[in-house]
T-cell receptor, first 114, second 111 residues
């Protein structure tokens, strides 16, 4: 049973470009979460999605950031017009419908904005 | 959401038992205590979760006193591969999905 998959593992973008981060949850998991981690800090919650629904996006910046989890395919975290401050590791996690506090994390995508 | 306080770092040697204590003085009645482990360049990994008294699994034990204002993660006979950051999280079932990670405890296991 494959774990949570994220791609790409590393992404370099110039300021002003768009970044698209993908996350495939574990088989059987219908809940997806995105977190951001700055160097030497803990993870910060961004958004919680179920299939085709955003449940809680209270941790998402109001502008330039969006997330989706379509009926088919991976969850996408999209960052438009990236700035240097967006450089961070972005982790996706998934969980089954029960037990949302036990989340399974992917390896992360390290975004570098130059 | 209850705030947690942990030591910034700890050192140990292979084969020793390591106990990491977390303070959560304003823990609510409905809150659970969960511990995650994170290796460099990897996502966190769930270790253990408990509500009160003692919980044990194949990886660790979690001790929670009666007042629940603190908890202790116990790692028996650590090895070099246990070198990681350990996070203590507190949250209720209602908002359990919104994991709140502090700065964690950096455990260094020496040979």
């Amino acid at each position: 049973n494959a774990g949570v998959m994220q791609n790409p593992r590393h992404l370099v973008r110039r300021r002003g470009q768009e970044a698209r981060l993908r996350c495939s949850p574990m088989k059987g998991h219908s809940h997806v979460y995105w977190y951001r981690q700055l160097p030497e800090e803990g993870l910060k919650f961004m958004v919680y999605l179920q299939k085709e629904n955003i449940i809680d996006e209270s941790g998402m910046p109001k502008e330039r950031f969006s997330a989706e989890f379509p009926k088919e395919g991976p969850s996408i975290l999209r960052i438009q017009q990236v700035v240097r401050g967006d450089s961070a590791a972005y982790f996706c996690a998934s969980s089954p419908p029960t037990g949302t506090s036990e989340q399974y994390f992917g390896p992360g995508t390290r975004l570098t904005v130059t | 959401l209850a705030k947690t306080t942990q030591p910034i770092s700890m050192d140990s040697y292979e084969g020793q038992e390591v106990n990491i204590t977390c303070s959560h003085n304003n823990i609510a009645t409905n809150d659970y205590i969960t511990w995650y482990q994170q290796f460099p360049s990897q996502g966190p990994r769930f270790i253990i979760q408990g509500y009160k008294t003692k919980v044990t699994n194949e990886v660790a034990s979690l001790f929670i006193p009666a007042d629940r204002k603190s908890s202790t993660l116990s790692l028996p006979r650590v090895s070099l591969s246990d070198t990681a950051v350990y996070y203590c999280l507190v949250g209720s079932e209602d908002s359990s999905y919104k994991l709140i990670f502090g700065s964690g405890t950096r455990l260094l296991v020496r040979p």
